[in-house]
Each structure stands twice: as C-alpha cells, then as structure tokens.
C-alpha cells in the first residue's frame, strides 16, 4: 500500500506546549471515555443488581417484566439501544430537564461540568450513559442471578430454620455471597463497558473514538488515527483485566 | 409471546408519548439563554478542530460572526453528518450552520435560509484505475465512485453515474484513502477538496473535469415553521453578502491556503 506515515505529528495531540503544557484533543476524549465507562459501570450495576435479584427471588408480574426487558436488551445490538435512547429519551430530557437551573451558579456548572458533562453534551451524555447501561446491564443481571442461584439452598433452610425471615435470609445470607462470587465477572464486564463505549461516539459525545474520528477528518492521518485509537483501547483495557485476574485470585482464595 | 408484545407495544407507546411538541420561537429562545447552539460536521475547510479541539473553517467564521451580530455567544455541537438533521429536530441545536446544500428532499424536513454561499461538486480520479477524460467515460459499471454518506455528493454521484458502483463512507477520509489505495476510481465531493487532494498526490491522482461540475446553493437550516428565525437570517445574509464580507471569508478559506498553518 502506498502511504506516507507522519507519525511525529501525533504527539500534538496527546499534548501540546502553548503557554504553559494543554491537553490534546486525543488525551481529552480518553478522559470523556474513562468518565463515561465510570458512569455506567454504576448504572449498570445498579440496574443489573435490581434485575439479577429480582428475577431469582420475585414471581408474577414483576418477574416476567424484567425478564422480558433483558431478553428485550440481549437481542438488540447496542448502536440502536444507543440511538433509540438518544433521540427518544434525549427529546423528553431537554424538554423536562431545567438545564438553565442547573447550570446557573459557577459552582454548580463547574462541579457538573468535570464529573459528567458541560452543559450542551449533558442530554447526549445521559441518554447514551442510560442507553448503554441497560444494555449492559441486562447481562449483569444475568451474571447476578447466577450468583444468587448459585449459592447452596441448604443455606436458605437452615436461615429459616433459625428464625430468619426470608427477607432477612436474602439480605444477610445469600446475597452478600453471591456478589462476592460474581465480582471477577462483573469487573470483567467493565472490559466490554470500555469498549462499547466507542459506540457513543455517533451521538457526538466527544469520547476517544468521537475525538480521533475528528482529528482523521482534519488531518487525514487514517492509518496513525487507527492503530492510536486501537492501542489506547488496548492499553485501558489490557491494565484493567490485569487487575481483576489479581481479585480472582483472591476470591478464589477465600472459597477454596 | 403475548407478554412480549405487550412489553413492546409498552415501550413503543413511552416512546411516541415523548414526542409531543409545542412551539416556541427559536430566536426568542436564542436571546433568552445568550447562546446560540450550531450544529456541523468536520468537513475541511469548511469546519475543522485545531489540536487543542478549537473549531476553525468558513462555516465556524460565519457562525460566529451571526452570534456577534445577535449578541449572544455560540456553541459548536459537531455531530456525524448522517444525524445532522434528525439531531435538529429533537432539538439539541439550534440551527445547522455546516455548509448545507438546500435539496428539495431536505427541504421538506428542514426550513431553508435564502443560499449565502454556492458551492458545487468536483471530482477526482484514480489515475491506475481509469482513464476518463469526461464525466461519461467514468458512468460504466466498472468504476467505483466512493463519496461521504448523506451528502449532496452521494446524490451527484447517482445521478450523474447511474451505471457505476457507488461506495459511500460515514466520514470522508475513508473515502479519500479507499480512492488512494487504489480500490476506487474516482471520489466526489464539495470543491475545493478534490482538487486539493490532485495536487496533493500528483503522481496517482487527477481531475478527469476541471472546477466544478454542479452548482448549490448553500443556506442555513432550522426547524420547520419558525419564520421570525428565517425571517431574521435571511435579512442577515442579504447585509453580510451585500457588505462584501462572505465573499472575502470565501476568498480566506477556499483560495488561500494560509489556514493550513492553523493546523499544524
């Protein structure tokens, strides 16, 4: 293939020297991805957690409803979740959402600015974060129903044979155990977080895939632009499961 | 099954429910906040970032000299080309300022200013893979015709070669490095870009026709039914272009390639 490389110009990217060391327009979408994989590894787990317990312990109605949008969420692949979310939930949010209010005082802006989003991205910011958690939420409530199936029933009988109520024998006995079990494959699940990711890039959050797509257009570097955006990926996620191969162990320690 | 349809006849009815809309003045709601929301999409050297993510191009010259004029402030929202228009209308900006070609197709989804800019198409072409000299030489089902998705490009490129493969790219440097990698014949796009990419690389590309080879009309978009907003920016357009100063901004950004240094 026929191309000439200009890899010294990349660096300016990451940072640049102009009165005083900035942050590239690369290294600024880095930190928009770890924000936004930060955020929904909390939703997620909040909605993945509500799915995964409620599904093994309810019946009826409740059940089959979560049931149901799991399965909903599994067999759609995760752009659409991302668009439905984005322009359905992002056309209500900003009419509800008093986005004058919140931004009014310094603080307040400032605050919501560098923890989520400033003002004109925080509808995309949300609706994609919401998208995308249900998503990947819908497996880790597979993952903690597992974990809740998998602790031994003989537990369950003998809490009640103590006295425990079943609320009390759920809260106290099974499900501290069965989180604890599952972390390796929760934060396994972030790995697949990060990288779905990329995909808010089409509703213009300006995440690592969004930014690098930005600097092609200008710069027309598409080979560079390519391998960077596909080594900084690796190099996030490479050091994340690192980590967790190091909790697995640890847990495996303690069951064994 | 029956419980799944109703899930989904469930979410389906949330959906449509978020879709009721009343009407205000999108001017009025400009003033009111001091900022005016502009959605584009990188297109150089219409819209370009700067390394430090500042946004530079004739289209960001026009949109804040529009702010300064309504004394608000502006806000960039760069968006991918494709969801230029859907994302108007859910309304996460306020006005498209991207260099969009007025077609009656968009027309009927967007409200169109009168045009303040005309642009036109241009070609370039794969010197190992054709030897067209004409636009009538390249409509054979063996070139390949790549262009950006949802452009007027795209449009040009199925009506002028109805028999040629036509390959479209989300965004145009995987046009461009598909037509330098040999793997398509010719790429269209808005002028002055082809023929800078023919100067760039004179020993494999070249220009089967000179200049432009359509004519459009560029205007701004907005959302339908709000005649004060149009009203409002078609009166500035008339005072800009009759001042001189878009003519002079046209000069900057597609004859000079001074702007080139702002990259770097």
């Known amino acids: 293939m026929d191309y000439t490389f200009n890899w010294h110009e990349i660096p300016k990217y990451f940072v640049y020297y102009e009165n005083g060391l900035k942050i590239g327009i690369i290294l600024k979408g880095v930190i928009y991805t770890i924000k936004i994989s930060i955020?929904?590894?909390?939703l997620s787990l909040f909605f993945g957690s509500l799915g995964g317990i409620v599904m093994s312990i309810s019946k009826g109605f409740l059940k089959e409803f979560f049931l149901v949008a799991v399965n909903f969420f599994r067999n759609t692949p995760p752009i659409i979740v991302m668009f439905i979310f984005y322009f359905f939930l992002g056309n209500t949010l900003s009419k509800y959402l008093k986005l004058e209010m919140l931004y009014s005082s310094p603080f307040l802006s400032y605050l919501i600015s560098m923890v989520i989003a400033p003002e004109q991205l925080l509808v995309p910011f949300i609706s994609a974060s919401i998208g995308l958690s249900l998503y990947e939420g819908s497996y880790i409530s597979e993952i903690i129903r597992g974990g809740i199936n998998g602790v031994s029933k003989d537990q369950i009988d003998a809490g009640i044979s103590l006295g425990l109520s079943k609320f009390e024998v759920y809260i106290h006995i099974v499900i501290p155990q069965a989180f604890?079990?599952?972390?390796?494959?929760l934060l396994g699940q972030f790995v697949s977080i990060i990288k779905n990711t990329a995909i808010a890039s089409v509703v213009a959050i300006p995440e690592l895939t969004f930014q690098s797509m930005e600097v092609l257009a200008s710069s027309r570097m598409i080979i560079e632009i390519w391998v960077i955006i596909m080594t900084l990926y690796f190099l996030i996620n490479i050091s994340i499961s690192k980590m967790i191969k190091r909790l697995e162990i640890k847990v495996k320690q303690k069951y064994s | 099954m029956k419980k799944i349809l109703l899930t989904f006849l469930l979410i389906l009815s949330i959906f449509t429910l978020c879709f009721a809309d009343e009407k205000v003045s999108t001017l009025d709601h400009i003033i009111k906040k001091g900022k005016m929301r502009v959605g584009m999409s990188t297109f150089v050297p219409w819209?370009?970032?700067?390394?430090?993510?500042?946004?530079?191009?004739?289209e960001i010259d026009v949109?804040?000299?529009?702010?300064?004029?309504?004394?608000?402030?502006?806000?960039f929202v760069p968006t991918k080309w494709s969801g230029i228009i859907p994302s108007l209308l859910t309304g996460n900006y306020d006005i498209i300022i991207g260099g969009m070609g007025i077609t009656p197709e968009r027309a009927l989804k967007v409200n169109f200013s009168i045009p303040y800019d005309y642009s036109g198409m241009s070609i370039v072409a794969n010197k190992n893979n054709t030897?067209?000299?004409?636009?009538?030489?390249?409509?054979?089902?063996?070139?390949?015709?790549?262009?950006?998705?949802?452009?007027?490009?795209?449009?040009?490129?199925?009506?002028?070669?109805?028999?040629?493969?036509?390959?479209?790219f989300d965004d145009e440097p995987q046009a461009i490095q598909e037509l330098l990698n040999g793997k398509a014949s010719a790429f269209i796009s808005s002028a002055p870009l082809p023929a800078f990419l023919a100067l760039e690389n004179p020993t494999k590309l070249y220009q089967p026709v000179k200049g432009t080879f359509t004519k459009e009309p560029i205007g701004f978009a907005v959302r339908k039914g709000d005649q004060e907003f149009l009203n409002?920016?078609?009166?500035?357009?008339?005072v800009v272009s009759a001042e001189g100063w878009l003519e002079e901004r046209k000069r900057y950004w597609f004859e000079s390639k001074e702007w080139e240094k702002l990259l770097k």
Do not use: C, H, Y
């Not at chain 2, 015709?145 to 007027?152: E, F, N």
């Open chain 2, 131 to 168: 030897k067209a000299k004409s636009l009538e030489e390249l409509n054979n089902p063996n070139t390949i015709i790549v262009a950006r998705l949802g452009t007027t490009a795209a449009e040009t490129a199925k009506k002028f070669f109805p028999k040629a493969k036509l390959k479209l």
């Open chain 2, 63 to 75: 949109a804040k000299r529009l702010a300064k004029d309504m004394g608000v402030a502006v806000e």
């Open chain 1, 180 to 185: 604890e079990k599952t972390i390796p494959a």
């Open chain 1, 39 to 42: 955020i929904i590894l909390i």
């Open chain 2, 47 to 58: 819209a370009m970032q700067t390394k430090s993510g500042d946004f530079i191009g004739f």
């Open chain 2, 232 to 238: 409002f920016l078609n009166s500035w357009i008339t």
